[in-house]
Nanobody, 120 residues
Framework: QVQLVESGGGLVQPGGSLRLSCAAS????????MVWYRQAPGKQRELVAA???????NYTDSVKGRFAISRDNAKSTVYLQMNSLKPEDTAVYYC??????????????WGQGTQVTVSS
């Protein structure tokens, strides 16, 4: 019922910047949290940043001060601004939308993933 389309990934040199976008469509009402995850080769998927419907945000320690998550509820879109990128930021980045069902259950919807490569 929810489709997520990501954009903005690519190749960037260390110290550079990228902005990822994730646009939700379909049954976008009752989406509470929108979250960015990433998965590097050989590692588990980890949470990068999350933003609640009211605007509260959380970041994993490794990206604090460098990344910023934001959302435009009118456009049903979440963004991840990534500055001062490091090689260890290289990963596939995934967008997730968390939607509440009418009975209180939680539904998760995932984007297709976008590759971010930080290399000189």
């Amino acid at each position: 019922q929810v489709q997520l389309v990501e954009s903005g990934g690519g190749l960037v040199q260390p110290g550079g910047s990228l902005r990822l976008s994730c646009a939700a469509s379909g049954s976008v009402f009752r989406i509470n949290d929108m979250v960015w995850y990433r998965q590097a080769p050989g590692k588990q998927r980890e949470l990068v940043a999350a933003i609640r419907s009211g605007g509260s945000v959380n970041y994993t320690d490794s990206v604090k001060g460098r990344f910023a998550i934001s959302r435009d509820n009118a456009k049903s879109t979440v963004y991840l601004q990534m500055n001062s990128l490091k090689p260890e930021d290289t990963a596939v980045y995934y967008c997730k939308a968390e939607r509440a069902g009418w009975g209180g259950e939680e539904y998760d919807y995932w984007g297709q993933g976008t590759q971010v490569t930080v290399s000189s």
